[in-house]
Structure formats: C-alpha cells, structure tokens
C-alpha cells in the first residue's frame, strides 16, 4: 500500500499536464508494472529521427574542441585498472564505504536494530546496490549517448557524440566487472531510475533526451560517484571511479554546450515545459531514490516498515552528502542553459535546494578541479548536505 500511496503522490505532484504526460506513462510502467525487473530484457521502442548531413559542416568549435580532447583521453578499462586488487567487501580495514554511510546510530533511532556485523553487511549491500544502479544508468546512458549521436543537428555534435558511446560502453565494462567479479552480487534497476530512462529513450525530441542524459542523469552520476570517491577506502574502486568521472566531465559539458543555444531559440511555453520537466525530475532523484531494493531484500514482511527505511535513508549520512555533491552539479548547469529562471526558483527553494542557484556550472569545471574539489570538501556530513 505504501509503494502505491508513493505512486499516486508523484503523479500530484505534477503541476504542468504536458510534464505528466511526457513522465506519467513511464511512471505505471515503472513504478506499478515494475517493467524494470520482468525478466531479462525490456524492450523500449524509440520515436526520434536520425538526422544525415551530406555537407559535414564545421559547425560547433568549442564541440569540436571536445572531441579532440575526447580522443585524447581515451583509456582501456581491461589493461588501466588495477583488476588483480582482491577485494572483500565485508573486511573492515578496507571499507567499501565508511561505516557511517548508514550510520548504526540512525539506524536505531528508526527503530532498525541491527548488530555489528549485519550493519556491516547492510552497508556492504547498499553499496553493491548504489554500483548495481551506475551500472543500470550507464546502460541507459550508452543508448541514449547513441540516440543523441544519430539526432543531434551539429555535426561536430555527432563527432563527439561518437566518443561518447565508447565511453559509456567502457563505463558499463567496468561496474559490470566490478559487481560481477569483485563483489558478486548485482541488483536490479531502481524503479525510479527506470521510470526516467524509460522516459527519456522513448520522447522524440532529442532536446529532451540531452536534458535526461546529459543533464539530469549526469549530474546523479558525477554526485554518486564523488560521494564513493571521497570516502572509499577500496583503491580498485577508487581508480574506476576516478577513471569514469573524468570521461563524465566531459558529457556534462557537452549537454551544457548543446542545451544552452538551443533553449535560448525555444519558445516562452516550450522553454517552461523543459524547465518544469527539468523541476520534475530533479525532485524525483532527491526523494526517491531510497534503495527499496535493499529493503525488499533485507526488511520486507518484518516489523520494519517502508516509512521507517525511507527515513533511515534519507536521515543518513552518506545520503545527504550524495544529494549535496549531486545538486551542487546539477543545479547550477539547469540555470546555465536557462531553465533556473524566477517562474521556478521558489519550487527549488520550497525543495531545500536554494543554496545550489550560484554554483559553478559544467565549463566552468575543469577534470583537475573536479578532483581538487572533492579532495578539499570533506567537511562533516550534514553540516551543510541537503
Ligand atoms: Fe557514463
Ligand atoms: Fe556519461
């Protein structure tokens, strides 16, 4: 009951009909028909035109400057990461993820008693939970960095669209390995997460899968990863992770680049169902993205209830940094290409996210600053998350 109650709360939540109707859809299918997790394979059909141009224009340099830096930065995942590292999740001298990811103590005061070791085991499946989702959204990420490629009308835009899906075919490579061989335990798609990438591969207009994908998505997935990077302990995980973040930089980037110029040639109502959209989705990955997969597995039919781990995980305070890093990213590239503008500002400030509107956005940040970024900002958890 409480899994429909959430449903039906995130289709009231909607304001603008033409946002319900490009996410309402892929919200039965993912929230009710958990599409996500029958079976082995899901087929999304996809409506958007590739588009040819016979001139091969010159047409976008700081793009073009992108590829060149893209093709630079290639690496191999086989051969540059240190995979003969053996790694036990559950060893306490080598944590996966601090033990005050979920912290014990907020635990009990959700009323989840756990001892050491199942802490210790908890903690361990929602990491493998939290990689099982990169992997999930990377496979998301491949497709639609291919969708962008055939539909994208620079055709510089194309050129480094075509580094971009050898970079998320290597980034599915790595968590794949990592969950498979090092962790052994993969777990399914989040269905929140789905409901997105099921959104985004299917909508027509190639805009909308850039501000998915190379905004929205990115932007989960430059927080996510930071949040493991800075406190992670393991140096396998540590090495792909950083491997995998400095090719992200670059795919922000590039939705930055596309998204800016296009959104300023939209018209007033187009822009305002693309911002809205944009509110929609930001507000989906901050409140539901709460691991209920490891719920399910570790908690369903005891005495815990959904509400008592939906609180644990938000309270916690690995979580409130991943949503600090995650907005940090995010919310200052949404007012980079114009979709920050004072019609929806007080939604984000009745959301918390306020603090975010001044950030530096994704051309501003350079790979060494990223890095230097997440090295210096290590203040206490909570202190100034959420
Ligand atoms: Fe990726
Ligand atoms: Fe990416």
Redesign the pocket.
């Known amino acids: 009951m409480d899994a429909v109650a959430e449903t039906a709360s995130l289709f009231t939540s909607m304001r603008n009909p033409k946002v319900l109707l490009a996410l309402g859809p892929a919200a039965v299918r993912g929230l009710l028909l958990h599409r996500g997790k029958r079976g082995r394979a899901t087929e999304v059909p996809a409506h958007h035109v590739a588009r040819f141009d016979w001139s091969y224009p010159d047409d976008h340099p700081e793009m073009r400057a992108l590829y060149e830096r893209a093709k630079r930065s290639q690496w191999n995942a086989a051969t540059d990461l240190p995979w003969q590292i053996s790694v036990d999740p559950l060893d306490p001298t080598v944590p996966l993820v601090p033990d005050d990811f979920l912290d014990r103590e907020t635990a009990i005061r959700c009323g989840i008693s756990l001892d050491a070791a199942a802490h210790r085991r908890l903690t361990a499946d929602f990491a493998s939970w939290a990689l099982s989702q990169f992997l999930h959204g ?1 496979q998301g ?1 491949l497709y639609a ?1 291919a969708q962008v490629t055939e539909s994208v009308q620079f055709f510089d835009g194309k050129l480094y669209g075509s580094t ?1 899906v050898v ?2 075919g290597r ?1 599915v490579e790595v968590f794949h390995r990592y969950l498979t061989e090092k962790l052994q335990k993969l777990y399914a798609v989040n269905d929140n997460l789905y409901v997105i990438l099921d959104a985004l591969l299917r909508d027509s207009r190639w805009d909308m899968k850039f501000l998915g ?2 905004i929205m ?2 932007g989960l ?1 430059l927080g996510a990863f930071g949040v493991i990077y800075q406190q992670t302990k393991e140096p396998l995980l540590k090495a792909l992770l950083r491997g995998v973040m400095r ?2 930089v ?3 980037h590039y939705g930055v680049l596309a998204l800016r110029d296009h959104i300023a040639q939209l018209s007033e109502r187009e822009r305002r169902e693309r911002e809205e959209w944009a509110l929609e989705v930001a507000i989906l990955l901050k409140n539901r993205f709460l691991a209920y997969e490891v719920y399910d597995e570790w908690f369903a039919g005891s005495r815990v209830s959904r509400k008592q781990w939906r609180t644990f995980v938000d309270l916690a305070p690995g979580m409130r940094r991943f949503r600090h890093i995650m907005f940090h990213r995010l919310i200052p590239n949404l007012r980079e290409i114009g979709l920050l503008t004072p019609q929806v500002r007080p939604r984000y400030e009745q959301a918390g996210l306020s603090k975010y509107f001044e950030g530096p956005a994704a051309h501003e940040i350079t790979e060494d600053r990223l890095f230097a970024d997440l090295e210096a900002d290590r203040r206490p958890v909570g202190a100034d998350s959420d």
């Open positions: 990377e990420a960095a971009q970079d998320e980034h994908m190379q998505i990115e997935a090719d992200e670059r795919h922000v």
